[in-house]
Nanobody, 114 residues
């Protein structure tokens, strides 16, 4: 089993920044992919960004240039730096890791509003 603990969500004004973190613990064999998904009310969960063990990254088009994903393999931690936040970024953000099995965090609320 893998446990994921997320932190860093909250309320921020448009144009502001937040940094999400997710620490993995437990039966960690190999964290092949670490990433973040989000789900807004009434919408499907969508990929925001992911990062492979070697450092390659993928981003949703809607966040390119504004969000940056990074990871520390020694600490089994992934971060999502979110800049220039927009109201449409409001959602519950979920940490996701793939070790051969997919694990999800409990989610952290991000609200972008004036």
């Amino acid at each position: 089993q893998v446990q994921l603990v997320e932190s860093g969500g909250g309320l921020v004004q448009p144009g502001g920044s937040l940094r999400l973190s997710c620490a993995a613990s437990g039966s960690l064999s190999r964290l092949y992919i670490m990433g973040w998904y989000r789900q807004a009310p009434g919408k499907q969960r969508e990929l925001v960004a992911c990062i492979y063990a070697g450092g390659s990254t993928n981003y949703a088009d809607s966040v390119k240039g504004r969000f940056t994903i990074s990871r520390d393999n020694a600490k089994n931690t992934v971060w999502l730096q979110m800049n220039s936040l927009k109201p449409e970024d409001t959602a519950v953000y979920y940490c996701n890791v793939y070790t051969g099995v997919v694990y999800w965090g409990q989610g952290t609320q991000v609200t972008v509003s004036s």
